[in-house]
């Protein structure tokens, strides 16, 4: 029965027209890295760690938050680049004082919101990047070439896994910036690694569905290979390569909403 005042075929149209404009993308899912940063950063403000206390060690927090250790190794990271705690290999994770950190901490949490965005910060990267790629062609040493062949041995053993390779492909950009030697190169790489992070799952995701991840590999090799050979120009093209791979797959729209899920196989 229709109520009063209804004229079938009319009230649709009306209800669509009205809708469409009001209608805005969802929210992108935070993963679960943020999330357990969030109430890291929640104990940190309230007290119940001070500055200069360490927090538990990373399987404990794992088992803690009944997640992966991938998710809070990216806990860590947001909260070190937020300048909240100083994470350094063998004296664990550290409470530095909060200072001025406090208002920047949703900035380091906050995903790429959209295709622009995403472009943006792949330009970002690349301006970084050109210039560790540059140095490191430079200045390299043989153990410094081993140990990038290092890494990107470590992205093909760990191709089963999203989260595995996403980690090792950071890994290997993190140490590419050690190698060009500029110590606020490698803050700023560290600083975008949250959003980084964000976007590569959801490539490396799309990338191994569509049998593109050897290509990935391959251009990471070749980067390798030109550093070894001190062409910065023949180094520079793999990474522009790899990051065409990454522009074509696009910032937001394809895949899941939230990207992969945590520790998601995908062999």
Sequence with gaps: MFCRGYTPGLHWGFMSARSTSAIRPLPRRRSVGADIAEQLRDLIQSGTYQPGDRLPGQRELAQQFGTSLAGVREAVSVLSAAGMVSATPGRGTVVRSVGDAGPTFDGWLGAVGD???????MQARRMLEAFTIAQAAQQATPAQVEALRGAVAAMQAAAGSVDAYAEADMRFH?????????RVVTRLMRA???????????SIAHLKATGQLADNLATHERI??????????GAQRGFDDMLAI???FGAVGEGEPGGPPESQAVS
């Design 115 to 121: 295709e622009q965005e995403f472009e943006e910060l």
């Design 174 to 182: 993190l140490l590419l910036s050690e190698v060009a030697g500029n």
């Design 192 to 202: 975008i690694q949250r959003p980084l992070m964000e976007q590569l799952r959801r």
């Design 224 to 233: 390798v290979d030109g550093i070894e050979r001190g062409d910065g120009a």
């Design 246 to 248: 990454s522009l074509a």
